[in-house]
C-alpha cells in the first residue's frame, strides 16, 4: 500500500488494487484480516502526512466494506483493535516505517507485529527482497507462512523470465547498440538481450561479482558497455 498521496488522498490506487484478490478472498473465508504495510520513507519518526488513514479510506471504497484504522501499528491501542475485530472483518495498522524497528528487522518490533494473528501472508513482492521486521523478522514467529495470489502471480512471471528473458521485449524495445540485461539474486548470470530481442550471451558468477543486494534488476549497457550501462532495480521502495 506504498501509494503516492496528492492532497490527503490516494493519487493512484494501483498497487491496493492488485492486493484486492488476496483480501477479498480471506475476508469471503471469514478470516479477520490485519493488514500491515509501510507508506514513504518517515524514517522510523511520525509523519503527519504518511498516516495511512487516507489508504483506509481508499481501501473501504474498492472493498465496499468498512476498513477500520488504527494510529499505531504495535502496542495496547493496535492490539485493542485487533482483539475487536469480527470474522470478515478488516484492520489496516498504522505506517510501519513510522518505527526504527522495521527497517532494523528489530526481533522485539517483529514479535509485537506477530502477536496479530494466527497466520502470515506476505503479498508485497515490492519489498520481499528486503530483511524487515515485517518481511523476515515475523515470520519466525508463525507456524504458516504464505505468499499471497498477487506475489504467486509475480513469481510466476519472473520465472518465466529467467526461463527465457526475451519474452516480453519487442524489436524496437531499445536503440540500436543497447543491450538489455536481467540480473538475479536468485540465479548468479546474466543475460543480455540485444535490440532484436534474442538473447546473446550470458555471464556466470556475476551476482556474486557485484554484489547487489537486489532481488533482480533491468540492465541497459550503452555502447561502450558497463561504462556506460543504466540500472533500473525492480522494487516498490
Known amino acids: 500500500f506504498n501509494v503516492p498521496l496528492v492532497d490527503g488522498a490516494v493519487g493512484d490506487d494501483a498497487r491496493i488494487q492488485a492486493a484486492l484478490p488476496t483480501l477479498r478472498l480471506l475476508l469471503e473465508r471469514g478470516a479477520r484480516v490485519v493488514c500491515a504495510s509501510h507508506l514513504g520513507r518517515p524514517k522510523g519518526e511520525v509523519d503527519e502526512s504518511l498516516r495511512m488513514a487516507p489508504v483506509a479510506r481508499r481501501l473501504e471504497e474498492l472493498l465496499d466494506t468498512p476498513v477500520a484504522c488504527v494510529e499505531e501499528c504495535v502496542g495496547p491501542e493496535a492490539e485493542q483493535a485487533v482483539a475487536a475485530l469480527e470474522p470478515g472483518q478488516l484492520l489496516l495498522l498504522e505506517n510501519l ?3 526504527p524497528g522495521e527497517t532494523k528487522n528489530d526481533p522485539d518490533f517483529a514479535r509485537e507485529l ?9 503479498d508485497a513482492f515490492g519489498t520481499a527482497h528486503r530483511a524487515h521486521a515485517s518481511t523476515v523478522g515475523v515470520t519466525a514467529h508463525f507456524d504458516q507462512c504464505a505468499a499471497g ?3 504467486g502471480q509475480e513469481l510466476e512471471r519472473l520465472g518465466g523470465l529467467l526461463a527465457n528473458p526475451a519474452i516480453g521485449v519487442q ?8 543491450t538489455i ?6 540465479a548468479p548470470f546474466l543475460r543480455t538481450i ?3 530481442g534474442s538473447a546473446n ?10 554484489g547487489m543486494p537486489l532481488y533482480w534488476c533491468v540492465v541497459v549497457l550503452g555502447p561502450s558497455g558497463w561504462n556506460n550501462a543504466y540500472t533500473d532495480t525492480y522494487e516498490q521502495n
Open 97 to 99: 516505517r513510522f518505527h
Open 114 to 122: 506477530a502477536r496479530h494473528g494466527d497466520l502470515y501472508v506476505n
Open 149 to 151: 495470489l498477487l506475489m
Open 171 to 178: 524489436p524496437n524495445f531499445a536503440p540500436d547498440g543497447l
Open 181 to 186: 540485461g536481467v540480473f538475479s539474486g536468485i
Open 194 to 196: 540485444d535490440a532484436s
Open 201 to 210: 550471451y550470458d555471464m556466470p558468477n556475476f551476482a556474486p561479482m557485484v
